[in-house]
């Protein structure tokens, strides 16, 4: 699915009090792709990108798809990177300002200090 065909993700409500179907189809579709990436997946438990819980979850498919119709979806989220979607557009068009001096600029993890702090100081940061 083209990501800027995605007006159904803020488009969930009739105004009788139930989903639009095409609310409930993107849904469906939404599910369909986060679980065919394994990589952004922790078992069998996708992230949840409802209002409420704003990807930092992983929850079964049953909770997030009803977490979705009950919150709905974060706000400007037609890009599902948390689930493994790639923004070709953003990558090609800064693709070569991300070089300073012939040296790229790396993007800073959240999550590295924190797993470093938990492992501690034996923690190997190459493989061997």
């Given amino acids: ?7 159904w993700m803020y488009e ?4 009788r009090g139930g989903s639009y179907s095409r609310f409930v189809t993107g849904v ?3 599910i369909q792709f986060a679980c065919s990436q394994p990589n952004h997946m922790s ?8 209002a409420k819980y704003q990807n930092y979850k992983f ?3 049953e909770t997030v798809k009803c ?18 979607e790639r923004d070709d557009i953003s990558e090609t068009s800064y693709g070569n300002a991300l070089h300073v001096g012939g040296q ?5 993890n959240p999550y590295r200090q924190m797993i470093l702090d938990a492992a501690g100081s034996n923690f190997s940061q190459g493989s061997s």
């Fill in 1 to 7: 699915m083209n990501n800027l065909e995605r007006s």
């Fill in 12 to 15: 969930r409500l009739d105004g």
């Fill in 28 to 30: 469906d579709e939404f």
């Fill in 43 to 50: 078992g069998d438990k996708v992230r949840c990108p409802c």
């Fill in 59 to 61: 929850m079964d498919v």
């Fill in 67 to 84: 977490h979705l119709y009950q919150y709905g979806f974060i706000e400007n989220y037609f890009i599902w990177k948390h689930q493994g």
């Fill in 104 to 108: 790229p600029i790396l993007e800073e």
